[in-house]
């Protein structure tokens, strides 16, 4: 299978998430991907998540109920352990579903709502720093 080239950022969709043109960042120094969420609250064995941003207007969702979810710990670039949530769900590069792994945090204070780590990117894609937003832009021509 030949593998897709990715840029450094993109602009993808979380079709589940009813989120469209969401600006990302691929960080290969990030083992799991991970995406901002405003509000969490765990009630009855069901995880209730409201995506939505200040700083980034693509990013708002009505509440979204997960059935499934768990926790995992991520260990972040300063060293910090933080346990979070973990949802599946489904992101479009290249006009492609793919299942992915986000683990939620609060990302308000970040350039980018998103990052896509290495955990995603292996086997699917390579990475060339020089390029920018390579499935936006094929969806585009589209």
Not at 10 to 29: A, M, R
Not at 89 to 97: A, D, E, I
Not at 114 to 133: A, M, T, Y
């Amino acid at each position: 299978m030949t593998k897709k080239i990715l840029g450094r950022v993109d602009k993808v969709d979380f079709p589940e998430l009813n989120l469209s043109t969401i600006d990302v960042k691929i960080d290969t120094g990030a083992y799991t991907s991970t995406i901002h969420c405003s509000k969490i609250r765990e009630e009855d064995g069901k995880l209730y998540c409201i995506f939505e941003s200040k700083g980034h207007p693509n990013f708002k969702s009505e509440e979204i109920v997960f059935n499934t979810y768990t926790s995992t710990d991520v260990k972040s670039s300063n060293g910090m352990k933080q346990n979070r949530y973990k949802i599946k769900t489904t992101v479009l590069f290249f006009g492609k579903r793919y299942k992915i792994n986000l683990t939620l945090s609060t990302r308000d204070d970040m350039k980018f709502p998103v990052l896509i780590g290495r955990q995603f990117l292996r086997h699917k894609f390579l990475v060339d720093v020089d390029l920018e937003n390579q499935s936006y832009k094929q969806n585009e021509i589209k």
